[in-house]
């Protein structure tokens, strides 16, 4: 199966950056559509940003974070600029052997998480 492995998360002041990395391995070999995700204490799990060939990116992050990815390391990144506190969240890594898509329950596999604290 699919397992991924998230790092790069940490402590930051707002209006500060950070990078994120997922590095994957397994699968088909296929091009998976590979998905951010955050969840904050008490809320649901949120949609950030996925990749496949065309990337889809939550209002609320447009502008401001960008992912991408190195097939031939087999790692995705999320690249957080201008962090303000309301970022703060555990960030998730997923992957689906299908299209885009912004649904968490479609995404089958799923990383530890990292933790993203922004103070102010």
Same mark, same amino acid.
């Given at each position: 199966?699919? *397992?991924?492995?998230? #790092? ?10 950070? *990078?994120?990395?997922?590095?994957? #391995?397994?699968? @088909?070999?296929?091009?998976? @559509?590979? +998905?951010?995700? *955050? &969840? !904050? ?14 990337? #889809? ?17 087999? @790692?995705?990144?999320? &690249? ?8 703060? !969240? ?13 649904? #968490? ?5 799923? +990383? &530890?998480?990292? &933790? ?5």
């Amino acid at each position: 199966q699919v *397992r991924l492995v998230e #790092s790069g998360g940490g402590l930051v002041q707002a209006g500060g950056s950070l *990078r994120l990395s997922c590095a994957a #391995s397994g699968g @088909t070999g296929r091009t998976y @559509t590979m +998905g951010w995700f *955050r &969840q !904050a204490p008490g809320m649901e799990r949120e949609f950030v940003a996925a990749i496949r060939w065309l990337i #889809s990116y939550a209002d609320s992050v447009k502008g401001r974070f960008t992912i991408s990815r190195d097939s031939a390391k087999n @790692t995705v990144y999320l &690249q957080m600029n201008d962090l303000n506190p309301e970022d703060t !969240a555990l960030y998730f890594c997923a992957a689906r052997d299908s299209g885009l898509n912004a649904n #968490s329950n479609e995404y089958p596999y799923w +990383g &530890q998480g990292t &933790q993203v604290t922004v103070s102010s």
